[in-house]
Structures are given as C-alpha cells and as structure tokens.
C-alpha cells in the first residue's frame, strides 16, 4: 500500500509542477472533437484532452483544473451547468460563471441545436412534421443519447414540455443511432443541427414548434485564469471569433464523418477548402503518427498498476491464507470491487479526488487487478500440504522463515498465474482510461466510437489484443526459462 501511496504522489506533484501547455478538452462526439483540435491550432503551444466524456465530466475537469477551456454551448451553460432559463445571453451567463471561476467568451459563429429527427419516407407516411404530432404515434420506437436523455434540456423536460406517450426511450451511442434509423430498428433519434449524416441518410428534423430548445451558440468555456496565465494564447484563440458558421461546420463534420479525415486534418480545412489528406484506412489509422505515444501510455497504465497490485495484493492474499478471521472479509472485498461497473468506478474516483487523467485511472485499474492476484496467493498457500509445514518446523525454522522459504516458493506457480492473469485483464480494461483522459489505445476505440468507423475502433482494438498476447506469451517463456516451478530452500 505504501508503494502506491509513493506513486501516486510522485504523479500528483510531477502534474501540479510541472509547466504545461493550454490543455483542451472535448466531449466525446466528433464536433467536439474537431472543435478542440481548431483552438489547439490557434492556440499554439497547447496540448488536446480528447474524448473525455460527456458534459459534467468536462465541467467536474474544468473546475478542478484538469484542463483549462474546452468548447461547449450556450444553451448548455444555461440549462445542464447552471440551470438558468433559456433566455440568458453571454453577459448574464458569464455573471454567473464568475464565482465558478469560469467564464464564457469567443462565439465561434454557428448555433448547434438539439433536433429530433426521422427517415423521411417514415416521417411522411405518418404525416410528422413537427414535436407536437409526435404525440399521436404513441407506438414510435426512439433511440437517444444517454447524455440527451439525461440531461435537463434533453429528453425530461422535451417530453413534458410536448406531453409525449413514450416511454422510457433506448439508449443508444450517437454515431450508432444512425445506422440503427437507418435500419429501421428505431423511428426517431436525437440529432445536433449541424450533424453531417442529417442529409446522407435522408432525415427529416421535426420542428420544435413550441420552442422547447434555446440557442446553442458555439463558445469556449475557460477558466478565469487562462488570459493571465497564457496571454498569448488566449489572444490568439480570440481570432476564432465568429470564423465558423453553420455550413462550415457541417463541411468539417463531413470531412471526418463521411470522408475518412482525422479530426486533426477536419480542423485544418478551417483554413482551407479542401485537404490533401487520403481518406481513412485501416493501416493509416493503425500506425498514425500517435502510436508510439498511445503504446508508452497503455504500458504505463498497466505496468505500473500491476506493479501495485502485486505489492498490495500478494500481502493480502497471505494474511487471507494465514488468519481464518480475515479471510472471507478480504475475499469478498476484492471480489465486490471486481463488480463493480468501471465506469461508474471511475465516475467515483473522479469526483473523489477532483481530477481527471492518469491518477484515477492509474487506482481504477490498481483495483481491478487485486482480486486474481489475491484469490492465487490464497489459493497456492492452501494447497501446502501438512506434510512440507511439519517438516519446516522439525527443520526448526519459524513461522516467518516458514513462509519465506517453503510455503511461498511451494505456493509460487499460482501467485505467478494470477499475477498473469491480473496482467493480461488489465490490458484489456485500460483500454477504458481514455473515457477519463488517460490515453492509451483505448483513445482510438473511443474516437472510432464517436465516428461509427471500424477502421479507427480496430486501430486501437487490435494492439490492445496483441498486447495483451504478448504479455501472456512473455509470462509463459519466462516460465520456462527461468523454470518458475515449486522450490523449497532449505539453506
């Protein structure tokens, strides 16, 4: 437990002393991903936080200094963050933000807004042109956003505000919700006006004809103290003042979407009409310029978690082995922590220790790893025969000389499975970090995620796999290498 005390405070205080760049955050959809990418480009020395999760995971960030700004909406400044009525405009957004610490500033020019929409042969056979005629068509199957039907200006206050007869909607990803309208496994989805699929998969946006949704006016929400703290780049970033307006935006949402862009060469045709970039392939999303780092961020993530579950989970496993009292109380802790979902798992951590990145990721995968390391231990000590104990004590050595050199090195075939096992478990679930901002090649499943592209999703998945293989071959040569069987020391 103290090695992860000491490795967690290295990281915390490496974090806090060390002089970063202008930190960026997106929301985990490709506007705002492209979005987070066009102020890194402006802003210059600046580092992007891509994907980090929906709206209160970027606020809970932004808040407690994770990263300093990230692209959001006026309406959702109103509505999700501040519960304000739809009528606030900038000023009055910002008088509110400023005791947060936060404030509201450079409009980049286009409004966003939430829609409802459906297939227009659908929408036209029932004669739907509008939110309210929903009411009519209680037999309507939706799939929206989790964030959309949780959120105050989403889905609760859509259906009562229209008294809609539906119930409990699917909850599906956005970039999914797509395909599945588009085959018919569901009639209405919720949209972002300047989604570029709107018109490729022929949709029809039902009118909010009783003005239920405000303004969504693309902004940067920042800290207070960036202006101070990066001067320059906070000058440059207000040169994005009203640059992009509703048709470029869904121009660059094209450009990832539909023609196989990176949102990094997405954001470059700000400045441009065109990009010379080839379109997305397996192979160019596979070895991207970012591999390296995503693989020394997927090792340090794993290694390093492992390294602390062994350290913490070995002891446990033994005290679970040699005091009755313990046992099952151990047991079950470990085993309640494996259940428990790592999402929410890390939702908690973040909220706990008010920070977002490697740190809450670093204990959620130390966690994870603890129970096959902890069951093994217990489980290789159990099955020391009586016979090797009676022994030890006619050798005369004591309890502590016991374990030391008979029961461990007996017991040292199972602690080493688990560990294994631990190992190759932990590859597969860091891939989860990037939810958190933690990198790894879980970034490219959630990027691909956001985009419906297999091509990005497998450029992250398949390392990931043939990582967690040659973790498992390694650990089987150094088996038979170094001949890691059952040994008793009697020196």
Known sequence: MKLLFAVLSLILVTESTTAEPLRVGSKRFT??????????????????????????????????????????????????????????????????????????AVRLGFNNSYALAMREERAQALGIRSLSELARHPGLKLGLSQEFIGRADGWPGLKAAYALPF????????????????????????????????ERFRLRVLEDDRKFFPRYDAVLLYRLDVPQRFPDAWARLQKLEGRIDERAMIRLNAAAELQGRSFAEAAAMLDSSSSDAAPR???????????????????????????????????????????????????????????????????????????????????????????????????????????????????????????????????????LSGIKTSAVINVGTATIAAFVGAGGYGERIVSGLALNDNATLLAGAIPAAALALLVQGAFEIGERRFGWTARVRTN
């Open 281 to 415: 392939t397996f192979l160019k999303a596979l070895f991207a310029p970012d591999f390296w780092r995503l693989t020394g961020e997927h090792l340090v993530l794993v290694f390093l978690s492992l390294a602390c579950s062994i350290a913490v989970g070995v002891p446990l496993g033994i005290l679970a082995a040699k005091v009755g009292s313990a046992t099952q109380l151990v047991l079950a802790a470990v085993g309640v922590i494996q259940t428990i979902p790592a999402l929410a798992l890390f939702a908690f951590l973040i909220a706990l220790l008010g920070t977002i990145g490697t740190v809450p990721a670093l204990i959620a995968l130390f966690l994870y790893a603890l129970l096959p390391i902890v069951r093994s231990t217990h489980a290789g000590l159990e099955t020391v025969g009586k016979g090797m104990r009676q022994a030890a004590l006619a050798l005369g050595l004591t309890n502590r000389q016991r374990l030391r050199l008979v029961e461990i090195p007996l017991a040292m075939p199972s602690i």
């Open 167 to 198: 119930a409990a909607p699917m909850g599906l990803d956005h970039g999914l919700a797509y395909e599945a309208i588009a085959a018919s496994r569901i009639d209405i989805m919720d949209i972002y006006t300047t989604d570029a699929k709107i």
């Open 31 to 104: 506007e705002s991903y492209i979005l987070g990418e066009i102020a890194v480009r402006a802003a210059g020395d600046a580092q992007h936080r891509p994907g980090l999760g929906n709206t209160g995971i970027l606020y809970a960030a932004l808040k407690a200094g994770s990263i300093d700004l990230y692209p959001e909406y006026t309406g959702t400044i109103a509505r999700e963050i501040l519960k304000l009525d739809d009528g606030a405009d900038l000023p009055a957004l910002n008088r509110a933000l400023a005791p947060l610490g936060l404030g509201a």
